[in-house]
């Protein structure tokens, strides 16, 4: 998943993204509510962790300018405030679900995780499995299979065999690759994609009749389509 953790608290923010990048998830940062209503409104996140008290713009406020554009994202709300009449107004203000710090950090991943799968299971939403040929990736559960076979995959494996998954069919280049997993917008001018996909290639593939993921010379990568 993508994340947009709109946190004014550094300190905070650096270790609910540490956590999260490590469960796998892409995240980004926002320090103040300005920079999360911009990021936000770009749209491309599956959740929002959104802190309330918020310098520029507070997170309600951000939260009700979101969904008065029709942004239906799903919000988690984190505040220090934690009486029943604070959580009603950030409920109704438009986030999804409330948590009050401090906070365990594997109830907070569990509420993320919730949230994404009732948008997924929704009218629109994205979706939560995602299945080539015999190989099944379940995003929420961070399950592989091909033929019924469970797979352990690495977090940077899951996320490559996740994206290619999400393009199947597709020529999916290496820039595309460096920005949507590795979150780079540069060429590092390593061999790390080559490293990652023959990794990859060698808990999918091996054994199997059928090899799923392609190298277009020149080009990038493909995972099979439904019609191979």
Do not use: C
Not at 136 to 157: F, H, K
């Amino acid at each position: 998943m993508k994340i947009l953790i709109v946190e004014d608290d550094r300190e905070a923010a650096r270790f609910l993204a540490k956590g999260l990048t490590e469960a796998g998830h892409v995240v980004d940062h926002a320090a103040d509510g300005l920079d999360g209503y911009a990021l936000a409104e770009a749209g491309g996140y599956d959740v929002l962790v959104v802190d309330r008290m918020l310098p520029k713009l507070e997170g309600l406020s951000l939260i009700r300018s979101l969904r008065e554009q029709g942004d239906t994202t799903p919000v988690l709300i984190l505040s220090a405030l934690g009486q029943v009449d604070d959580r009603v107004k950030g409920l109704r203000a438009g986030g999804d679900d409330y948590l009050t710090k401090p906070y365990a950090f594997s109830e907070l991943l569990a509420r993320v995780e919730v949230l994404a799968r009732r948008r997924g299971a929704g009218a629109g939403g994205e979706d939560t499995v995602y299945r080539v040929g015999d190989l099944e990736l379940d995003r929420l559960s961070r399950r592989v299979t091909r033929a019924g076979r469970e797979i352990e995959l690495q977090p940077r494996e899951f996320r490559l065999l996740e994206y290619l998954m999400k393009n199947a069919g597709q020529v999916v280049t290496r820039t595309m690759l460096l920005e949507h997993v590795w979150d780079y917008h540069f060429d590092p001018q390593t061999n790390v994609i080559d490293v990652h996909v023959s990794r990859l290639r060698a808990k999918i593939d091996k054994g199997f009749e059928t090899a799923l993921i392609q190298t277009v010379r020149g080009a990038g990568y493909r995972i099979r389509g439904s019609g191979g």
